[in-house]
């Protein structure tokens, strides 16, 4: 779906301010209420904005440890039966397939190194994951940062 000017403002009002009301973003924009609500309603069924939740900090409950683990599967099981496996383990925050030497990455989060070498042995344990290989993130400079994409997809200068 193709957005304009005015759909990446008010997705910046909404980034900004999630709890902001539609009347309150109308005035801010200077347009009907019904036209945020009407543009709102289809960036959401066309999947340009794909949820209103709160966004948890693992670190704010516990999880100081954020790594990445490149997965190599066991081929006879396929990807959506691991993925179905990973995913019962809580610890494990995302899980994309991608190419190269690895068939799946997962960011996880664990309590601490220690706790993190049990996620892994946790993963290794469901018999759908022949390697892995992890790293620990040091430091996040930025995460879930979606903006920039926004503003460009409308033809704004994202700086």
């Not at 945020?36 to 440890?65: E, F, H, K, T």
């Not at 601490?112 to 290989?133: E, K, M, P």
């Amino acid at each position: 779906m193709e957005i304009d000017q005015l759909d990446a403002r008010i997705i910046t009002l909404f980034t900004d301010d999630p709890r902001m009301s539609v009347l309150e973003a109308s005035r801010l924009l200077k347009v009907a209420r019904a036209t945020v609500q009407s543009r709102l309603d289809r960036m959401q069924r066309s999947g340009v904005i794909s949820g209103w939740g709160p966004r948890v900090d693992p670190v704010a409950l516990g999880y100081n440890v954020v790594a990445y683990c490149a997965l190599a599967i066991r081929q006879d099981k396929g990807h959506d039966a691991v993925a179905e496996a990973l995913e019962k383990i809580p610890e494990i925050q995302e899980i994309h397939t991608v190419s190269g030497e690895s068939d799946l990455m997962a960011r996880v989060a664990a309590r601490s190194n220690s706790d993190l070498q049990r996620v892994i042995d946790s993963i290794i344990a469901t018999d759908t994951i022949v390697r892995s290989s992890t790293v620990i993130v040091l430091n996040t400079h930025f995460d879930g940062r979606t903006l920039p994409l926004t503003q460009a997809a409308a033809g704004l200068d994202p700086r």
